[in-house]
């Protein structure tokens, strides 16, 4: 169990960091270029669903078994985290849109937490 949580510790970790790397990229280029924020609304979502998939990569790797269910909880625990900072700090709770998009987390954070453990028993083999 204690890898469990370790492993999705893990993994929203890494959700956040490459997610604050790809805002600074993004944020820097927004104030230095004349590319408008509403132009890269796809590129913000797709570099989302990156992160949270490499999230669950590195939580399936770290966890070793059950990639699917390492994955859902750090998806899970991704979204929670999202929904505290904007019910507690905005006062505000998420649309449907936002609910569509974190289903989409889930469903992406799963399949690359199964993933992950295949390249963890890939790599002791």
Same mark, same amino acid.
């Given at each position: 169990?204690?890898?469990?949580?370790?492993?999705?510790?893990?993994?929203?970790?890494?959700?956040?960091?490459?997610?604050?790397?790809?805002?600074?990229?993004?944020?820097?280029?927004?104030?230095?270029?004349?590319?408008?924020?509403?132009?890269?609304?796809?590129?913000?979502?797709?570099?989302?669903?990156?992160?949270? +998939?490499?999230?669950?990569?590195?939580?399936?790797?770290? &966890?070793?078994?059950?990639?699917?269910? *390492? #994955? !859902?909880?750090? /998806? %899970?625990?991704?979204?929670?985290?999202?929904?505290?900072?904007?019910?507690?700090?905005?006062?505000?709770? +998420?649309?449907?849109?936002?609910?569509?998009?974190?289903? &989409?987390?889930?469903?992406?954070?799963? *399949? #690359? !937490?199964?993933? /992950? %453990?295949?390249?963890?028993?890939?790599?002791?083999?």
């Amino acid at each position: 169990m204690a890898r469990f949580g370790k492993a999705v510790a893990y993994g929203v970790v890494t959700i956040f960091l490459l997610a604050s790397i790809v805002s600074m990229l993004l944020s820097l280029l927004l104030k230095w270029t004349d590319v408008q924020e509403s132009s890269l609304t796809f590129v913000i979502f797709a570099c989302s669903l990156l992160s949270v +998939f490499i999230g669950g990569v590195v939580a399936g790797g770290k &966890g070793k078994e059950r990639g699917w269910l *390492i #994955g !859902g909880a750090t /998806g %899970v625990c991704f979204t929670f985290i999202i929904f505290l900072f904007q019910f507690l700090g905005m006062e505000k709770t +998420f649309s449907a849109q936002q609910w569509l998009y974190h289903l &989409g987390f889930l469903a992406v954070a799963m *399949i #690359g !937490g199964i993933m /992950g %453990v295949n390249f963890s028993s890939s790599r002791q083999h």
